[in-house]
């Protein structure tokens, strides 16, 4: 792992300090015409396409769908009693220690007024009493103690079988230590190393191995052993969750291409990219060609993994860009199924709702009670619209019949739900997360890449520091922009992080 560059700012206190980057002889915007193509009009693009923008570079932002958003897009769909609703790729917590994509944010809502407090966030089991990750104290080690203080999960007695010895990687974390050394073991196999119970080890570490998307048999080790550090252990807000109070598009994505477009950032929606020539020049699908200086590919991993491997002249220019990329792939499948019920759940159900040990079902998501269209719709209709997401769902399997699955579970541990009636629903399979497999960690892209002018950025791409999800994304398209704004000597964006190590790594 690269050190930090030097605008990265560690976050102290119960928030991000706030730092502006070192100016010296550096200009404010750049000085002569620089064009910057970005591929991708998700979170990580965006964040590139805005940082670079507000410099004064010329950017043209390509996204091969109709919108803007990536997985976080959200579009219309008429439902069977002719009523028009958002859906989207599935709910997405906004952590508190997001602090650069809630930076980018700040750009069209300086308060994030849009975010709402979610609430609890507990995590159920048929088996075993709810466990909740909300309201710890924010301050590491003592949101630590006060989990295994209040957790029936953590009873002391339990946890007299855990090997210490095993678990120490965890308050150690390490960005050169953790990787070598764990990157070669599966998350799966650091868990059984740990002996913790089994309630334990299902109510609090599988939960969280499993939000990421990966089969923990197959992620690896010191991949999760980061996002333990990023989430919990090293950072002063906790696992607090907040929400936009509307879709995805009217929350963010018209605001956000507002603001792009008064930057005179050129953005064009419904376009692929076949591949790059050197110069660089984007190869347009079906035809058309954009040229530019530097070149940001911020797609998902199969998208970015085509992209290169059909541009023959990488190949011999940037072998090991083109070998690192040929290795990236996505993980399982995940499954969003959106119902419209008749009737309501239970009034003391939470918005958000994490779920321990069902063979499908992995989280509940209650957007009548999160956004303020659904909202509107259960009060007019007296019903309710719930959301269920399989993570990492088992392959072959169609999406209406994974639906079926997550909602007889959820019968299961909500028994109200078996007699609320389907208005409609919407069933749908997504493919393109990224898999961050053992023994990646060292064949996966950095930001900067061996082929000059050209930067990859995305929530599968590896960072100097530690990051996760959609602050990956967002911290990928910042870097990458600010890896640019260097080369023309003009002054980078400061980028925010928790401390790099965990309370118990050595030093030096």
């Not at 088996?127 to 710890?136: A, I, V």
């Not at 295994?148 to 009873?155: E, M, Q, T």
């Given at each position: 792992?690269?050190?930090?560059?030097?605008?990265?700012?560690?976050?102290?206190?119960?928030?991000?300090?706030?730092?502006?980057?070192?100016?010296?002889?550096?200009?404010?915007?750049?000085?002569?015409?620089?064009?910057?193509?970005?591929?991708?009009?998700?979170?990580?693009?965006?964040?590139?396409?805005?940082?670079?923008?507000?410099?004064?570079?010329?950017?043209?932002?390509?996204?091969?769908?109709?919108?803007?958003?990536?997985?976080?897009?959200?579009?219309?769909?008429?439902?069977?009693?002719?009523?028009?609703?958002?859906?989207?790729?599935?709910?997405?917590?906004?952590?508190?220690?997001?602090?650069?994509?809630?930076?980018?944010?700040?750009?069209?809502?300086?308060?994030?007024?849009?975010?709402?407090?979610?609430?609890?966030?507990?995590?159920?089991?048929?088996?075993?009493?709810?466990?909740?990750?909300?309201?710890?104290?924010?301050?590491?080690?003592?949101?630590?103690?006060?989990?295994?203080?209040?957790?029936?999960?953590?009873?002391?007695?339990?946890?007299?079988?855990?090997?210490?010895?095993?678990?120490?990687?965890?308050?150690?974390?390490?960005?050169?230590?953790?990787?070598?050394?764990?990157?070669?073991?599966?998350?799966?196999?650091?868990?059984?190393?740990?002996?913790?119970?089994?309630?334990a080890r299902a109510m609090l570490f599988d939960v969280f191995a499993h939000s990421f998307f990966n089969h923990e048999n197959e992620m690896s080790a010191a991949e999760m052993i980061m996002q333990f550090h990023f989430y919990f252990l090293r950072n002063p807000e906790g696992l607090d969750l907040d929400a936009p109070d509307e879709d995805y598009e009217t929350a963010i994505w018209s605001p956000l291409a507002e603001r792009l477009r008064a930057l005179d950032v050129d953005i064009r929606t419904g376009t692929a990219v076949d591949r790059l020539e050197p110069g660089w020049t984007a190869v347009l699908t079906g035809g058309g060609r954009v040229s530019a200086e530097h070149?940001?590919?911020?797609?998902?991993?199969?998208?970015?993994?085509?992209?290169?491997?059909?541009?023959?002249?990488?190949?011999?220019?940037?072998?090991?860009?083109?070998?690192?990329?040929?290795?990236?792939?996505?993980?399982?499948?995940?499954?969003?199924?959106?119902?419209?019920?008749?009737?309501?759940?239970?009034?003391?159900?939470?918005?958000?709702?994490?779920?321990?040990?069902?063979?499908?079902?992995?989280?509940?998501?209650?957007?009548?009670?999160?956004?303020?269209?659904?909202?509107?719709?259960?009060?007019?209709?007296?019903?309710?619209?719930?959301?269920?997401?399989?993570?990492?769902?088992?392959?072959?399997?169609?999406?209406?019949?994974?639906?079926?699955?997550?909602?007889?579970?959820?019968?299961?541990?909500?028994?109200?739900?078996?007699?609320?009636?389907?208005?409609?629903?919407?069933?749908?399979?997504?493919?393109?997360?990224?898999?961050?497999?053992?023994?990646?960690?060292?064949?996966?892209?950095?930001?900067?890449?061996?082929?000059?002018?050209?930067?990859?950025?995305?929530?599968?791409?590896?960072?100097?520091?530690?990051?996760?999800?959609?602050?990956?994304?967002?911290?990928?398209?910042?870097?990458?922009?600010?890896?640019?704004?260097?080369?023309?000597?003009?002054?980078?964006?400061?980028?925010?992080?928790?401390?790099?190590?965990?309370?118990?790594?050595?030093?030096?």
């Open positions: 792992m690269k050190s930090r560059p030097s605008w990265v700012r560690w976050a102290t206190g119960n928030s991000p300090r706030r730092f502006t980057p070192p100016r010296g002889d550096l200009h404010a915007t750049v000085t002569s015409g620089v064009r910057v193509v970005v591929v991708g009009g998700g979170i990580a693009g965006v964040s590139a396409a805005l940082a670079l923008a507000e410099r004064g570079v010329a950017v043209t932002l390509l996204e091969r769908e109709r919108r803007l958003g990536g997985r976080l897009a959200a579009w219309p769909r008429r439902i069977a009693d002719g009523s028009t609703h958002m859906v989207d790729h599935g709910f997405h917590g906004f952590f508190r220690q997001y602090y650069n994509w809630r930076n980018v944010l700040r750009r069209i809502d300086p308060q994030l007024a849009f975010l709402r407090p979610l609430g609890g966030y507990p995590i159920v089991s048929r088996r075993w009493p709810e466990e909740n990750f909300s309201g710890l104290p924010g301050i590491p080690p003592i949101n630590l103690l006060a989990l295994v203080a209040r957790s029936p999960s953590l009873r002391l007695r339990e946890l007299r079988g855990v090997d210490g010895a095993a678990a120490l990687p965890l308050l150690s974390y390490s960005s050169e230590a953790t990787y070598r050394t764990y990157d070669s073991m599966s998350a799966g196999e650091f868990l059984d190393a740990l002996g913790m119970p089994d309630r070149v940001v590919l911020a797609t998902d991993p199969a998208a970015a993994r085509a992209i290169v491997l059909a541009s023959s002249n990488l190949a011999e220019s940037a072998p090991t860009l083109t070998s690192q990329v040929s290795t990236v792939r996505t993980t399982a499948p995940y499954c969003v199924s959106r119902f419209w019920l008749k009737g309501d759940v239970a009034a003391r159900r939470t918005s958000f709702t994490g779920v321990s040990r069902e063979a499908t079902l992995d989280s509940v998501s209650l957007y009548h009670r999160i956004e303020r269209e659904p909202a509107r719709w259960a009060r007019a209709t007296g019903g309710s619209v719930l959301e269920l997401h399989a993570y990492a769902a088992p392959t072959g399997i169609d999406a209406v019949t994974l639906g079926d699955r997550m909602r007889a579970e959820l019968a299961v541990l909500w028994p109200e739900t078996a007699a609320l009636s389907i208005v409609d629903r919407d069933d749908r399979l997504g493919y393109d997360a990224p898999a961050f497999d053992v023994d990646s960690a060292n064949t996966r892209p950095g930001v900067v890449t061996d082929a000059a002018g050209l930067f990859v950025a995305g929530d599968w791409v590896r960072l100097p520091i530690p990051s996760a999800l959609m602050e990956r994304a967002a911290t990928s398209g910042l870097l990458a922009a600010n890896a640019i704004l260097e080369r023309h000597a003009v002054n980078p964006h400061a980028v925010f992080s928790v401390p790099p190590r965990g309370l118990l790594a050595r030093r030096g």
